[in-house]
Each structure stands twice: as C-alpha cells, then as structure tokens.
C-alpha cells in the first residue's frame, strides 16, 4: 500500500514539474557562417548589421588593452558559435573573448589566451563544435566556450570538409 | 596598349592566386574575394565597349566559377540571402544582356552609316527628277530607282527603329523612368524622329516633282497605307519616351521659363504626325487630279470629282448621259474606260481606300453595258474545249461498249 502511494506522489511531483517548467526548443544553431570584420566607431561602438547586433566595446578596450579607448577605429572580428557564443578578438590582442547574450548585455564566459605578443592578422573561422583561430605563419587554434582545445582530431574531420 | 593589358591581367592573376592562398585559410577571406572578384567582373561586363570584349569576361566568370565550386555550400551559406549560383548566374545574364545590347549598337551603327548613304543618294535622285533634260525612259528609270531607293530606306528605318525598342519589350508602361530617358538619349541620337519625318516629306516632294501615271498609284497607295501603319504602331511609343525627356527637361527649366512665353514648337511625333497628313493630302490630291486627266485628254468631259464618292456619282451621271449619244458612249467605253482606266487605274481604284473591288465593279459593269458587245475570242477555245470534252467522253464510251458486247454475247 505504502508503495502504491509512494509511486503515484512521484507521478503527480512529476506531472506537475513537468508543466510549471519554461518551454525549450532544443537543436538550436546560432552559428554565423562567417565571422563579420566591423570597425570600431568614435564612440567605441560596434555595429554588425546583417545580424543586428550592437554593442559598445569600451569595457573590452579596457580589459585587453587597460585603455577605454584603444580599439577606437580598430577592426574587431566577431563570430557567434554554433552554441551562441560570441566569440571576439583583433590586431594585436592576446586573448580570444567568449561573450555570452544576457538582456541587453554580453557577459564574459571566458577569456582564452592565445598569445604572448598579440595576434598579427587574425581570422575565426566556424568548424562546429569548434571555432577556429587563424594568423599569421600558419598560426591555427581550436577553441571552445571555455579555453584552448588541445586535441579536436576527433572532431576535425567533419570541419574541415566544409573547406 | 596588349602588353599594359598583359601586365594588369598577370598582376590581377597574382593578387587573385595570393588572396585565394590566404583564403584557403579564413572563410571570410574567402567571401571578400569572391564577392571582389564578382564586383570586378560585373564592373567589366558594364564597361565592355564591343561585343567581343565579353568572351573574355565569359571565359573569366568561367574561371571564378571553377575557382569558389569546391567552397560552394559554404559560399551559398555566407553570401545569404544571395547564393554562390545565383551570383554567377547573375554575371553570365548581365554579360547576355550587355552582348545584345551591344551588337544592337553596332547594328544601330551599321543601320544608321547606311540610310545616311541612302539619303544622300535620294537627294541626287531628287535632283535629277527636277531637272528636265533627260529622256521619258530615263525619266521612268530615276523614279523607279528613287521609289526602290525610298522605300529600302525605310525598311532599314524601321529595322533601325525595332533595334532600338527591342530591348525594352513592348509595353514601354513597365519600363522605368531612368530606362526611358537612355532609350530617350538612342532615339535622339540615332536621330529617329527626324528621319521619319524625312522620309515623310521626301515622299511628298517626290509626289510634288514627278509626272506619275495611273499604274504608279497603286503601289504609291500601299506604300502610304504601309508607313502609315507603321507609324501608327511607333508613334504611341515614341510620344511616350519624348513626354518623358520633355518632362525632366521642364523639371530642369522651370526656373528660365517662369518669364516670356515662347512659342510652343511642336514635338517630334507632332512633326510627323503633320507631315503624314500632308503626305496623304498630296496622293490623293494627285490621284484624283491625274485621273481627272485621262478623261480631259480623250476629250470627255465629265463631272468633276476629287474622291471616291463624287468620281462614282460623276461616272454614273455621265453614263446616263452617254446613253442617249452612241458615238460618245463608245468613245467613252472603249477609248477611255477601257484602254485607260481599266488597263492602268484598275489596281488603285479597288484599292478599299479608293473604290473598292465591288465599287470598281459596279462602275466598269455600267460603262461596259455603253459599248458594242465585242466578240471574246476566248468564247471559241471555251466551246472548242466542250467539245473535244464530250466527243472524248462519247468514244470513250463507245469503245468500252464495244469490248464489253463480244463478251455478253459469249
């Protein structure tokens, strides 16, 4: 009897979190299919238009470069993972920056470090799960949400067919 | 001015091949270089000068085709909402339409060098006719040359005209304004307008300084019936792209014009649309005069006429009148009717515009009934014809009868 009870309070527990629980859509892709080269304004802002996004970079300024206005008229390339991650770096950063969307804000994830000296010409490129950082002298970086992947073999093949 | 092409072409080919090697690694490097590459193709489909300029660029989109195809998905991907087909699909139209475009000026050249030609020689011809100091047959040559010579003229006008218009379809409503002031800007330079109206009055001079006879007419008929018609198709068409440039001339103007009234000059189609009329006027003022003619030079006086209506009324009351004198009726039947009008004004006088067939016939049946019932020698190869039918049919029969008689016999 105790069981019988027992199981049917599981059920209703179930049923009923099961119903005040928010809708998910699964399988989402937020990926770009190409990162987007955008230029900073006067006002530290940056604007992609085929995407509608626009976001003032003042606070990344500071953060890579100790200086607000340091990216004023610099090129920046952005591109959003398959996992919607924005993924943000330039000339001369030594950091890769993984920016996650909030209501009207992006919060940092992580802050990769790909170099010691800053990047010359860099370049991202989407190769899911990963995104792929490119610069000069063949200079070729996987990375996810969180750091540097050391070892995507595993996963290359299937980005790189996209080539 | 080959070798400075060769040098850019080879600089072109290393840029493109070191921007391919740098895009082989970033995807938007990649997009950037197509999307260059689509930019300067499309610039030198547009700038192309002749029709064989763009079988180089054709080889060249060709190339860049070949070049991306591996990188296909991914371009289709990147360049939304356009794709990496679409795109290339798109050069190879533009390079069609530009290579029609620009055979049609080339035809438009031809077209144009050779009705200058043919004016210049009309106007020789002109001359010629004015002058009297040649022989009837060498008269009767020149305007035979002079009508051939008006008419190819026109033919290549209206060639000229249909180049023109072709790229722009048939319903000039759906062509936008920015199309209309260029097909405007071909038609003023091609001088289209006025070399109709050209033709126009060159007909009427011809009209005016040559001695026709009554066999000339029915052609000289058609031929105006013929332009006419023409015309009739263009005029709407043509009017509409002159409103057009008239329109963003005004624009342009309105500030000069605000004072003094200057006198309204008429517009092109206008110019034409007069010369038409007057065109017509002198034919049928002519026709009508000349026909009048033959009947004062054979002695006959008859009512007289200056259209179709008043010439059958004249024809039908001096009919009535010959009745009661057989020698003028014969005179009238035989002399004039016959050997005349009805041998050399027949074809323009059933023309629908003149008389019409039934008219015609109508009016030669009543003049015939004036004259002696002539023997038809035709009447004899007719009756010569039954008779050897029916003599052939009866020995047929006969024969076949005298086969068949042994037979039923046995």
Known sequence: MYTIIRA????????????????????????????SVVTVGNDNMIQERRYGLALNVAGLATEEFADSNALKRASLRVLRSQEGYYYITGRQFKHVYVLKPGAAELVAKSKIKVGEHGLHNPALNLRPPHVVLLDENGVRVYLDSDDVVKNPRGELAKGENNE | MNSIRNILGLCLTFAMLTTIARAQESDYEVKSSFEERYRELKTRIHAAGIATELEVVDGDISTLEMQYITRQQFLDWALYPQSFT????????????????????????????????????????????????????????????????IQANERLLFALIDTIFLPYGKDLSQVGELRKGALSGKLQKAGV??????????????????????????????????????????????SEVYTTKDRAGRQGKSTRRQTGKAAKAPSPVEAVDSVLAQWQGMLTQTFWRDLAN???????????????????????????????????????????????????????????????????????VLVKELGPRRFDPMFVVYGLLAVVTVGAGWWFVRRNMRTQAPGAAA
């Not at chain 2, 001359?127 to 022989?135: G, M, Q």
């Not at chain 2, 300084?209 to 015309?231: C, M, P, V």
Request: aromatic share 8%.
């Open chain 1, 8 to 35: 049917a309070l599981i059920c209703a527990i179930t049923v009923l979190l099961a119903s005040c629980s928010p809708l998910t859509l699964n399988n989402v892709d937020f990926g770009w299919p190409v990162e």
């Open chain 2, 86 to 149: 679409e795109l290339i699909d798109e050069l190879r139209l533009w390079s069609v339409v530009t290579h029609d475009k620009l055979v049609a000026f080339e035809k438009i050249g031809f077209l144009t060098a050779r009705i200058d030609s043919l004016s210049d020689d009309r106007s020789k011809l002109l001359t010629e006719l004015k002058s009297s100091s040649k022989s009837v047959s060498a008269l009767n040559q020149t305007i035979r040359q002079m009508s051939a010579n």
């Open chain 2, 193 to 238: 307008a006025s070399r109709i109206y050209d033709i126009a009055s060159d007909n009427v001079r011809f009209l005016k300084e040559t001695n026709l006879r009554g066999s000339d007419y029915a052609s000289l008929i058609d031929h105006y019936h013929q332009f006419n018609q023409k015309w009739g198709g263009l005029n709407e068409r043509i």
């Open chain 2, 294 to 364: 033959e009947f004062s030079r054979e002695g006959v006086t008859v009512k007289p006429f200056s259209d179709a209506e008043s010439f059958a009324g004249s024809i039908r009351e001096h009919v009535q009148l010959a009745k009661a004198n057989e020698q003028e009726a014969s005179k009238f039947a035989n002399d004039v009717w016959r050997d005349h009008i009805d041998k050399e004004w027949r074809d323009a006088l059933t023309k629908e515009t003149m008389l019409g067939m039934d008219g015609y016939t109508s009016l030669d």
